[in-house]
């Protein structure tokens, strides 16, 4: 993998050669003076009537106003209230099942368009009259429906799962979605008043993706608050780190690779619940050093997966399960109450009378139980602590030769030794 890898690096697919690529749009043929001049006449209508349709929402909009003024003054609300409860609507969708007509229309779209150039090809009005003036989709079985469908939800899996064909592809999809996560965000601090960061960054230095960041209201005042930085600067250094990864989705997906990312998700899980930095996990003596010790439960564990470390886990299915149970928060950390902390402990040592070793004991030196001799201070430590001394005590020496000498208490002036001579 490494070999094709560092054969092409100048794409993300490239860096990917054994990942399914989504299919780069065909470029359109070059059009005549003619058909530019019919164009141009088609593009100035076009122009004309969204004026015209511009000049229509402003006047309903005018009228919008008007009208929202006049409800806040009935219901004694200020217009700002009713406008907050009017704008600021999400554009989000969850996906929907994959229908039966949208299936036929899939399939209909790649028979007929999968030859045709780019501006010839059927529109979806034209597509849906051929559905209907087809018997064969008109008296389907079952399975065939079923096929219809799986067809779909394939083709839509594909549009998600499967990487870009080149820079230019994967640079607009970037950037399309990057404006539809800002614009969600945005909608989002004025529904509920959350801040939110977003850095979004190239993962190699051949991509052409275009390094941006967006903070909602004055979190961009946060970096330099509390770390005395721009922005800026977190975003340069993030790119950087990013770029020097150098991974494709196999690297990124190894097993060492997703062991090191669950081993964080857990940590990361039970240092919230405890609210303690310094916790580590134990999963030999599970039960008594985390549920029993700080009345937390990690819940949700795959099933037919032994409950061991991470580490331990030798199959890249088993720790991607976990990963992705993680990652969904179908596998969390949950506080129990006093009762049901109560309740473990009684099975606890109804186990431990029964017989059943709960706590895995640590394992004995194997010098255990003979008496182990003191170890004597390195030489070289030893002339460094006699060295220290003996400066300690040259330099305390030497400043009791350079004191100065006390005065006396009284000092005779020079009349008082005359008045002694007479």
């Not at 050669?17 to 005549?32: A, D, G, Q, V, Y």
């Not at 989002?188 to 190699?204: D, E, K, N």
């Not at 608050?225 to 991974?247: G, H, I, K």
Request: aromatic content about 4%; glycine content about 4%.
């Amino acid at each position: 993998m490494s070999v094709l890898r560092d054969a092409n690096t100048s794409t993300w697919a490239a860096r990917n050669p054994t990942h399914s690529t989504i299919r780069c749009r065909t470029p359109p043929p070059k059009i005549s003076e003619a058909q530019k001049a019919s164009h141009k006449i088609k593009r100035d209508q076009k122009i004309e009537l969204t004026k015209l349709v511009h000049n229509a929402v402003a006047a309903h909009l005018d009228e919008e106003k008007t009208r929202i003024q006049s409800l806040a003054h009935a219901h004694n609300v200020t217009s700002k209230y009713i406008n907050d409860m009017i704008s600021s609507q999400t554009k989000y969708h969850g996906s929907r099942k994959a229908q039966l007509a949208n299936a036929l229309l899939h399939a209909k779209a790649k028979e007929m368009n999968s030859d045709q150039p780019v501006g010839l090809r059927y529109k979806i009005v034209e597509l849906r009259k051929m559905i209907m003036n087809d018997p064969e989709m008109n008296n389907l079985t079952k399975n065939e429906k079923a096929g219809y469908i799986a067809a779909l939800r394939e083709h839509r899996d594909q549009k998600v799962s499967h990487v870009r064909g080149n820079n230019m592809a994967a640079t607009r999809d970037v950037l399309l979605t990057t404006e539809k996560i800002v614009k969600e965000l945005d909608d989002l601090h004025i529904r509920t008043g959350t801040y939110a960061t977003l850095f979004v960054v190239r993962g190699h230095i051949n991509d052409t993706i275009q390094s941006t960041m967006h903070g909602t209201d004055n979190s961009d005042d946060f970096w330099e608050d509390v770390y005395d930085l721009p922005m800026a600067d977190f975003l340069r250094q993030y790119e950087q780190w990013a770029c020097t990864q150098n991974q494709n989705l196999i690297e990124r997906d190894s097993l060492e690779a997703v062991r090191k990312q669950v081993r964080k998700l857990i940590v990361r899980g039970l240092v919230a619940m405890t609210r303690k930095k310094d916790i580590a996990m134990n999963y030999n003596n599970y039960n008594t050093a985390i549920i029993e010790t700080y009345a937390v439960q990690l819940v949700g564990w795959p099933p037919g997966i032994n409950f061991i470390s991470p580490s331990n886990i030798g199959t890249v299915g088993e720790i991607r399960r976990i990963h992705d149970a993680l990652k969904a928060r179908t596998c969390y950390w949950t506080t129990l109450t006093p009762a049901e902390v109560k309740t473990h402990t009684t099975n606890l040592n109804e186990r431990r009378s029964a017989g059943e070793v709960v706590k895995k004991p640590r394992k004995k030196c194997s010098d255990a139980g003979t008496s182990r001799k003191r170890k004597a201070p390195s030489t070289v430590g030893h002339a460094n602590k006699q060295t220290k001394c003996s400066s300690k005590k040259a330099k305390k020496n030497s400043d009791q030769d350079h004191e100065v000498p006390k005065s006396v208490e009284f000092i005779v002036s020079s009349d008082e030794e005359e008045i002694e001579d007479l």
